[in-house]
């Protein structure tokens, strides 16, 4: 017997329940055992310091609809959850606490700072993990990592030492992002870029020999005391009497030399640009194809070295202003122009970052590169949508050595050591006792530690036991997926690709796909700065988790961005109150009925056959489409079938079967089919809705276990049924063709009305007559007449599919008043949309209104005519009604 959900749907109640169930009955642990085919996802190990944002909201939602429904189709599905260490963004919390105390990580020490991080992580370090299964994540909790537990340490020194052993690790002097506050190198990532008011500065570099000078334009003249030379365009016509001159640097007075370079633009400044080497990337680079030495006159505090000469000492800005001084007086500052400049600054403390050589570690890339590029190519891993492949082919191709050395604590140590007595670099998997060359005990280890996109880029194999050979490695890699926003795709994925073709001989993940960014309703992306944040505890808070899942998978259209919309969200709330409402309303009408019992043998209905059939089709579609990953349009699909076939028709056709208590046998048999379709579509949801559907699920009459370990629905070919869908279509636009005429003419809703059917065609009418019940229950019609008696003259009309309707007026609706009623519309409309108009034409307000404001002014204006439009049309046909 069917047990009857509750009046009113509350998610919240609901949600902690089923979870709390699905994690106790152990329904998100993977075997493993090789009983069913494998099915992997990793998930992107959020950062331990982070808060669930929108940008996991979306990207776990759409792996958590993947994973569920792999599980429902019977595989052994692996959600690898985890947590990233986030070397400097943890650091910096408890830097930030340290500071708060009067405390700093120096007074502190090394050992007892990064006992404090460990501290910290086990008091807040889980959060986001919390949130995560607020938001219904499957994951195997059972097997969760973290980039700095035992097991992934092991992964990292391992790789670290055999990259070595390769020599594809190494020492060097690389141009680094420097933080001269934090003392640290940074990642490309971890430099924010933002316009800032600067300056552009022409400087006269005089000629060597002779009169005259190249004039170059810096936004940075400080770093002139580094230029090792001049570079110009070979193409430029204005500076080929320079080719191989010889300059004078302005305040140094070092003879540098004039040279050509193809990546010089002729637009910027002047044409003629100063190489600082190590203090630049681009000049660095440029540097290395013309074998131009690196000066560095910055050092790692902002200060300048001994090679700025007279400015030895000086802090940098202040630097800035005393050349500047001395150029003026030399005469050698040719003018200044206003100038927006885009510098770095560090994204934790906002210093401007300091491009500059230091020895750091890198790993050599371009073989690693190359076979990840190979990999792509000849598709081995999909890139989906694959127009990503270009600028993937265009990255691997330019890739630039990995510097992987971080000044920071919080992280993997270099496992480095460099002997005292003969200055022999050790790097092993055990910590040396002493030094394999002279047996000096004296060793320094390495203080740096790796950068956090080391241990995250290992992640698709060492979170499966690498570099021991388990079952779960052999099962699962390559994993089946990598869901990620492409904002990661050069910095993650393209890493894992290269490492796990290098360790695995085997790519990471068969397709990744690769979802937009979440950005608020203008488009705009979130950012605290711009206080456009949408907190997605906020929003299931107030509209369920299930409801904001759909709408997560219902916006996440390929290769576009998402816009959030809240009034969407809400509209997906009652898409799950529908849900609730019909679901409550079937159960009701299931009371009593035993799916076990024997079923009278009848044929189905041409309604049964109808709905049956287009379930089929909706199966079909929503499978389809989830291969596809066009997880707006499986969305779509089920919540148009849902709501606008199955509880707009579908109920409302078998009510009067339902509430037959005579007819016993035909009333068994619908209720077996109802309950057979709201099976198929909770099953169908379920990976997009899991708590609504497990809710209902359990309440279904003969059900026990979880919907988790239900199958989900395989189309069945057999129960394809054109010609009931046709059938069903004719009789479903009647109705709505009556039920529209009713509408227009403000026909009072309770009213019954009267209906001539009129068509050549004798098959519609046949059609229409055998549901003559449905046509007169659901459009209000008493008397339903085909091809008989006369149609009255003032009578409404409309026509579909060839069969003309008629709906007599007379008695049911006063045409004097309603022709009143029309006039006093129309003159309201009239002046309202006469003001628009005006405020249209008002140059005054489309210069100073903001774009937003003049395009909702124009679409009301244009919805106002095509309104008035209307009215004239049905005024007109008051006004012939009334003869
Ligand atoms: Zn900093
Ligand atoms: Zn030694």
Redesign the pocket.
Known sequence: MAEILAKVYDPSELEEKWYRYWEEQGLFRARADGARPPYCIVIPPPNITGSLHMGHALNNTLQDILIRYKRMEGFDALWMPGTDHAGIATQNVVERQLAAEGQDRHALGRDAFIERVWQWKAESGGHIITQLKRLGCSCDWSRERFTLDEGLSRAVREVFVRLYEEGLIYQGDYIINW????Q?A?ADLEVEHDPHDGHLYYIRYPLAEGQGAVTVATTRPETLLGDTAVAVNPEDKRYTKYHGATLRLPALGRLIPVITDSYVSPEFGTGALKITPAHDFNDFEVARRHNLPAVKVINETGHMTKEAGKYMGMERFVCREQILKDLKRDGLLAKVEPYTIHVG???????V?EPLVSRQWFVAVKTLAEEALRAVEDGRTRLIPANWDKSYFDWMTNIRDWCISRQIWWGHRIPAWTCKSCGEIIVTREDPGACPQCGGASLNQETDVLDTWFSSALWPFSTLGWPDQTPELKLFYPTSVLVTAFDILFFWVARMMMMGLHFMGEVPFREVYIHALVRDPEGQKMSKSKGNVIDPLELMDRYGTDAFRFSLAAFAAMGRDVRLSEERIAGYRNFMNKIWNACRFTLMNLEGFDPRAASPDRPLTVVEAWCLSRLQRVIKETRARLAAYEFDQAAHTLYQFIWHEFCDWYLEFIKPQLYDKEDTASRRHCQEILLSVLSAILRLLHPFVPFITEEIWQKLPGQTGSIMAASYPQPDEKLLNPGAEAEMALVMEAITAIRNLRGEMNVPPGAQVEVHLRSEDAAPLEALDRHRHSVMLLARVQELHSNAGTIPTASAKAVVSGVEIFMPLTGIIDFAEEARRLDRELEKLGKDLSAAQRKMANEDFLAKAPAEVVQKEQQKLQAWTEKLTKLKTHRERIRELMG
């Open positions: 933080c001269p506050r934090c640290t940074l600054h560090c994204y934790r403390c906002k210093t970052v």
